[in-house]
Each structure stands twice: as C-alpha cells, then as structure tokens.
C-alpha cells in the first residue's frame, strides 16, 4: 500500500530527492531491453526468412534437375525406341523381299510384297515424325537425307518385287545387287548417323544434368553458408546487445551508488558534525543547542525522505505497491503539489504560473501518488531551468487519438537548458542520465521520470515530453477522465475506491 | 516328253479340284469378306495403275490372256493374272475372253509353252485380293476381278470402250444355278 504520509514533507534538500531513487534490479534497464528484443526478433526473422529462401531454393533446383532428367531419360529412351523401330522397319522392308524371293507360289509371293510394303511405310512415318520433330540443322539435314535414301531404295524395292511376282527371279536378284544393296546400305548408314545424333543429344543433356545438379550443389552450399553466417550475426547480435545492456547496467548502478552516497554523505556529516560539537562540549547555551537540534532533525528529515523515495521506487518497480484510485479534482492536485513544492521553489526564486481551465471534469488517480508524480515534474523544472526562473503549470482537456481519446493534460514547462533530441528516447528509462547533465553536475540519480511515467501509467494515463535544447521543456502528465455516474466524487483525503496493483 | 505334259495337265487338273471357290473368300485385311458370287457381276479387268493401256478389244484381250502377246506397248512384259480353276470368274473368263474350257486353256498353254508360240504363263491366285494385290505390285500384270472386289489400287480398263458398268460390257459372271 503506497503511504503518502511518509513523503508529505518536502524541504530544502528534496530538489536533490527528487526521482533519486532506490536499488536496482534485474532487467530494469527497460529500454535497452525492448530494443534488444526487437533486434533479436528481427534478426530472427531475417534467418527465418533465408531460412526459407534456401528451401525454395533448394525445392527448384532439385525440381529443375529432376525435371532435366526426365527429359534425359524422356529422350534418351524415344530416341532409342525410334531408331530402333525404324531400323526393325527398314529390314523388315528388305527381309520380306527376300521372302518373296523365296518361294514360288504367287500367293505368298503377294503375302511378303504386302508385308515389305507395310514394313516400308512405316518406315515412312517414323521419318516424317523424326523431320517434324527436328530441331538442329543437322537433324533436319540427316532427316532429309534418311528420306531421299528410302525412296530411292523403295523404287528399286518395287522393281524387285515386281521381277519375283513375274516369276523373274534371276533379274530380281541382278537388280538388288546391282542397285539396292548400295541404297540400302545408305539408308542404314543414315540410321547409324541419326542413331549418333541421339547420342550427342543424350550426353548433352547428361552433361545438363550434372551441370544442373553441381549448380545446384554450389547454390545450396552458398545459401547454407549465407543462412549460417546470418545465424552467427543474429546470435553475436544479441550477446553483444545483451552484453551492452548489462554493461549499462552496471554503469548505472554505479553511478546511483555513487549518487546516492553522495545525497547520504551531506546530512550525515552534518549530522556527525553536530553531535561531535555537542560531544565536545563546544556548544553552549540553549539556543545554540536548540540550533544545533533543529539542524540535526532537518538533515534527518532529508535523509528519511530519501530512502523513502528509494524504497517506493523499489515498490513501484516490484509491483508491490498498491494506489487507491479514486475521483480527484485537478485544482485540489495541483494545489496539493504546489504547497509540497512551495519552500523549494520560493528559496529558489522561481515564479509559478498556473492555469487551470475552469470546470475541468475530475480525473482518476491516487491522489498521493499523482502529487508525487507532479512533484517530480516540478522539482525538475527547477534543477534545469538554468538561469530561467520561470516555471509553467497548465490544466486543460485534450482530445488526441495517440492517448486514445479524451484526457485531462496537466503540462510543466520550464525555459530551462531543454533535452537533445537524441537524448528524449531514453529519459524515461531507470537510472538514465545525460552526458550533459552529468557534466554540468546537477544531482540526481535518474529515477525521478521513470518512477512518475510509472505512476501515470498506473492510473491508466502518460507522462509524455516535448523539449528543445536552450529553448526548454514541457512534461505532460495525461490522466484519466472520471466517468461520473461510476464513481462518485470523493474528497481528496479519505473514501473507498478502484484499487490498482502496480 | 508328252507324259511329262500328260502328268501336267493331271496336276492342273488337281489343283482345280482342291481349288474350289471357298478358298476365294479368304479374308484380306481392311477388306470385307468376300461375298459368294449370289447373282450375276461384270468382270472388271484390271491393270497396274502405271499401265498406260486404258482400252482393249476383245480381240487383243484374247490374244493377252491366251499368252499370245507377251509386251505391252511400253515394253513391259505382260503377267496374266488368273484366280485358281472352279472359280466363277475364271470360268466366266475362259468361256467369254478365251472361248475355252478348263482342259483346253490348260492344255494350249502346256502346247504352247513346249512349242514357243505361248511368251507367258499365266499366275494363279487364289482370292480376289490376291489378285489384286499382285497387279498392284507388277507394273506389267492383267488380271480380272468382279466390279465389286475392285479398289482404286489398280486400274479397270475399258473394253471396247465399255466400262464394266456399261450397258454393252461383254464380260460378267454368270448367277450360280439354283440347286
């Protein structure tokens, strides 16, 4: 349960309280966090991605060179059944001319004539298929060649055939001899130079085949290769981001250690001062005493309010503490903040300017809590106004799609140094300082935007920023409007409400 | 010498025993069966489609398928093309172009061929497609087919100058007696 009781006083020393804040723990660096994730799961996705190029490259070429092989095959196998049936044929032609010759009865006579002439057209067909199917010059060239053979041959076959059906044997055999043995050998050797042909072809496209299947072996081992360079850079990737947020880290926490002892080391030695006065016996009289007393319990005061602040960091951040949100008028916010904030801003010469639109509806929130959060916005207004002694409050409704709808703004401005562009991504984050500030010493311990962008978020609004380096800034806090008929409007100190782990 | 024609003739004679007409209906492939001669056809006769002859007398055509003539006007040899005996067509041939019987054809062809006056014997086939066939292959062959079993692989020649589906054709097959 956050307990606003115990930071209700602010003195002197809270400017350096404020958002100075507690222990750390693990993956508090938010930030860097997110980023981190993002790049890993982008990275991811990369590999996912050539991952995936690789399969789809690996499926087409494997396709491609089974797809060449077929045709291999495809042709290998025609081409082989072709000439082989054209050679079948073509001897067919001959063999049942000699048949013929063989026997003397007119009626088988005729029967082999039918079959040469059956055996010679199809020799005929495959001619013309393996012409309609040439590519090459070559091919067309053989083709025709096989064709101009067979018909000559085919003349002389059926002067031959003839001679045996007139029962001229003896001039049937004188014409083979003298004419058809030359054609025929002719047309064997265009087979024989066709047949070579289909061979080229078939170790052409063996030589494709195993072109395509090396290219593919080189194309796979190069987008394995590309996949597995990219996993290495994905996994260094995140070690190194990983890396770089636990150095930051430990940068951070090194840095709050420091500041936070720092803070610690100013009351306590003035706390140790006092009481060594005292002990020597160097203080006398009751006022110097008195004096003494007060100083003692003023330093206390400041090193109690910074634990506090440390442990409701701590709380805030465990999801330990508790807010009682309840209908809030933001005059009586405003004006809880300024009277907190009332000493160190009149020590520190500012001027205040507050507007607060008239009949603004009531917002929803811890009442505490939000008041710590405005607390934080001011009291950095006045650490980096620099020579400015201005600061601005301004109430008003805002209807802004970016914070789904209607809101009730309350915006801090200061005319102070401004932030850099570069440096407004990471001021909300835990621990987070800019070089600049550092420099320029200004205390703190980069808690302070954090724990408030925490709480607003908490009571379901945001903190957001809009600043200008040597121009100044303008921190917004956008908090929730009450729906009416639901809660009814409570006083700002006691009454049941909505409560919110956080 | 005359028992070896004696011998012959008795072989031919034989040979027109077994070869009665149910061996022209063999099937040839891509045709139908031939039809038995029911009713009477002309005699279509029939020559290599190369054959530049278109028309015949009766009296050249005798003269052809008696073996009288051996060439063509080309010079090519003539082949006569004849169906086996007891085939209607053979019979209608010897009777109408021949004026001879079976015995007698036989006999002037074995006279012939021992004397030299007959150039060519004549080819026996033993269906109409044969016969067909063979006048398709031999550029210098004749032979006779009813109309009916004619393609357009050979030649019909007019005689003449009728074409067997002419009124005037001389040469048919006669319609088998009723039994």
New interface residues.
């Given amino acids: 349960m956050y307990r606003p009781r115990q930071l209700n006083s602010m003195n002197k020393q809270s400017k350096f309280l404020a958002g100075k804040v507690g222990r750390h723990r693990p993956g508090a660096v938010e930030g860097s966090g997110s980023f981190s994730r993002y790049s890993s799961a982008l990275l991811l996705f990369l590999v996912f991605c050539v991952v995936i190029i690789v399969g789809i490259v690996v499926i087409l070429d494997v396709r491609s060179t089974g797809v060449e092989a077929q045709k291999m095959y495809a042709g290998s196998v025609l081409g082989l059944h072709r000439i082989g049936d054209l050679q079948y044929s073509a001897q067919e032609t001959r063999r049942s001319t000699f048949y013929a010759l063989s026997t003397n009865d007119?009626?088988l006579q005729?029967k082999y004539?039918?079959q040469s002439r059956e055996a010679d057209h199809l020799v005929i067909e495959g001619v013309s298929e393996y012409l309609r199917e040439a590519k090459s010059p070559v091919e067309m060239e053989v083709g025709k060649r096989l064709q101009n053979d067979w018909s000559a041959y085919l003349k002389v076959r059926?002067e031959v055939?003839?001679s045996i059906?007139?029962?001229?044997t003896k001039e049937a055999v004188d014409l083979d001899l003298k004419d058809g043995v030359t054609l025929f050998d002719r047309v064997r050797e265009d087979l024989e130079a066709i047949e070579r042909l289909y061979d080229e072809q078939a170790s052409q496209r063996l030589a494709n085949v195993a072109a395509s299947s090396r290219r593919a072996m080189i194309r796979l081992v190069g987008v394995l290769g590309i996949a597995l360079v990219f996993a290495i850079a994905s996994v260094w990737a995140i070690q190194r981001s990983r890396m770089q947020s636990a150095i930051q880290l430990a940068r951070l926490q090194m840095e709050f250690v420091a500041s936070v002892s720092h803070e610690l080391r100013t009351p306590l030695t003035v706390i140790s001062s006092a009481a060594d006065n005292i002990a020597d016996g160097l203080v006398e009289g009751k006022e110097e005493i008195k004096n003494y007393g007060s100083a003692i319990r003023s330093q206390s005061h400041q090193m109690t309010e910074l634990v506090n602040e440390i442990l409701l960091f701590a709380a805030t951040k465990d999801r330990k503490n508790a807010y009682i949100l309840r209908p809030l008028k933001v005059s009586d916010l405003v004006d809880s903040t300024l009277v907190r904030t009332s000493e160190l801003v009149k020590s520190a010469g500012f001027t205040v300017d507050v507007q607060v639109d008239a009949e603004l509806p009531n917002v929803v929130g811890d009442m505490s809590a939000l008041s710590q959060c405005l607390q934080n916005l001011l009291i950095n207004a006045v650490k980096y106004s620099g020579r400015s002694r201005w600061i601005g409050i301004r109430a008003f409704v805002s209807d802004s799609e970016v914070h789904k709808g209607k809101k009730v703004c309350i915006a801090v401005q200061d005319r102070g140094i401004g932030i850099d562009s570069s440096e407004l991504p990471h001021i909300f984050e835990p621990f987070y300082r800019s070089a600049a500030v550092t420099a320029e010493q200004i205390h703190g311990t980069g808690l302070g935007l954090s724990l408030s962008k925490t709480i607003a978020e908490a009571m379901g609004g945001d903190l957001s920023v809009v600043s200008e380096l040597e121009v100044g800034s303008v921190f917004t806090l956008h908090l929730q409007i009450t729906e009416e008929h639901k809660l009814p409007v409570a006083s700002a100190a006691s009454g049941p409400g909505a409560t919110v782990e956080k | 010498m005359r028992r070896l024609a004696l011998l012959l003739l008795i072989l031919v004679e034989a040979g027109c025993v077994s070869g009665a007409w149910p061996r022209g209906s063999v099937e040839h492939d891509g045709l139908p069966p031939q039809k038995p001669p029911s009713a009477g056809e002309n005699l279509a006769i029939i020559v290599n489609r190369d054959n530049p002859v278109d028309n015949l007398s009766t009296a050249e055509l005798r003269r052809i398928f008696l073996g009288a003539r051996g060439h063509w006007t080309s010079g090519r040899r003539i082949t006569i093309v004849m169906m086996e005996p007891g085939q209607p067509e053979r019979t209608a041939i010897l009777r109408q172009i021949c004026q001879m019987s079976e015995s007698e054809f036989s006999n002037h062809f074995l006279h012939g061929l021992f004397t030299g006056e007959v150039l060519v014997s004549p080819k026996t086939l033993a269906s109409p497609v044969g016969v067909r066939e063979f006048v398709f292959n031999v550029p210098g062959a004749i032979g006779y087919l009813r109309v009916s079993n004619v393609d357009s692989s050979v030649k019909i020649v007019r005689i003449d100058e009728h074409l067997p589906n002419e009124k005037g054709y001389p040469f048919h097959v006669p319609a088998p007696a009723a039994k």
């Fill in positions: 007119s009626n005729v004539a039918d059926d055939l003839a059906l007139e029962g001229s």
